[in-house]
């Protein structure tokens, strides 16, 4: 069955430091990627997504993701993290040629400190 | 343009209770899709509707059931509330019902936070 996985359930790091949240696979046709962020007690905003062309995809608020086909990962990272940016964060899969459904991750919580 | 707009926001259901929970998708999104997410979790797909066809459903019991309007909006059904029920609930929306070679964005409203006491 395919299914996400985020190895992190909670990642802490200093303001200004860099991030990387993990995000791992797993189907053997051509996924359909997604990163979204959660603030408490809001909706899903999508950061980015990768369809196919580029493997490194640029989203907003200066987030950025980089396909791995070889890994099965789809990495977001962030040079420069600011304390707005404390969340949760998920990944998201739609399969190819699905209804598109989207399998997400468990989520990782993304604490800054000051 | 609006977003995808869910009603209501808050909402407190004893159990055995049936609950209704709206969206209006984008302007000119066909299709829409409904998500369960209990605290701690990542959301769980539930339905998916299309051209007011259910075009997908995820492991969830017969107590759901949704529909699609002509004007695209969409209605999420759970009868018979248990307490395992308690949850966001989130609509999403997005201009086709298959992910293709352009790929098919998936944009997500607030959410309906249910609590069943």
């Known amino acids: ?114 | 343009d609006a977003g995808v707009t869910q009603s209501p926001t808050h909402l407190i259901k004893t159990r055995g209770q049936h609950v209704t929970l709206r969206c209006s998708p984008i302007s000119g999104h066909k299709s829409v899709s409904w998500y369960q997410q209990v605290l701690g979790q990542g959301p769980q797909f539930i339905f998916q509707y299309y051209e007011k066809e259910e075009r997908g459903r995820g492991n969830f019991p017969d107590r759901f059931s949704a529909r699609q309007f002509p004007n695209y909006s969409s209605e999420l059904n759970v009868n018979a509330l248990l307490l395992g029920d308690s949850a966001l609930y989130l609509c999403a929306s997005s201009p086709r019902v298959r992910t293709g070679a352009f790929g098919n964005t998936i944009y997500f409203g607030e959410g309906s936070w249910l609590t069943v006491v």
């Open chain 1, 1 to 114: 069955a395919q299914s996400v996985t985020q190895p992190d359930i909670h990642i802490t790091v200093s303001e200004g430091a860099s991030l990387e949240l993990r995000c791992n696979y797993s189907y053997g046709a051509t996924p359909y990627l997604f990163w979204y962020v959660q603030s408490p007690g809001q909706g899903l905003q999508l950061l980015l997504k990768y369809f196919s062309g580029d493997t490194l995809v640029q989203g907003i608020k200066g987030f950025e993701a980089e396909f791995k086909r070889s890994q099965s990962s789809f990495n977001l990272r962030k040079p420069s993290v600011h304390w707005s940016d404390a969340a949760e964060y998920f990944c998201a899969v739609v399969i190819s040629g699905n209804t598109g459904k989207l399998i997400f991750g468990q989520g990782t919580t993304l604490q800054v400190k000051p």
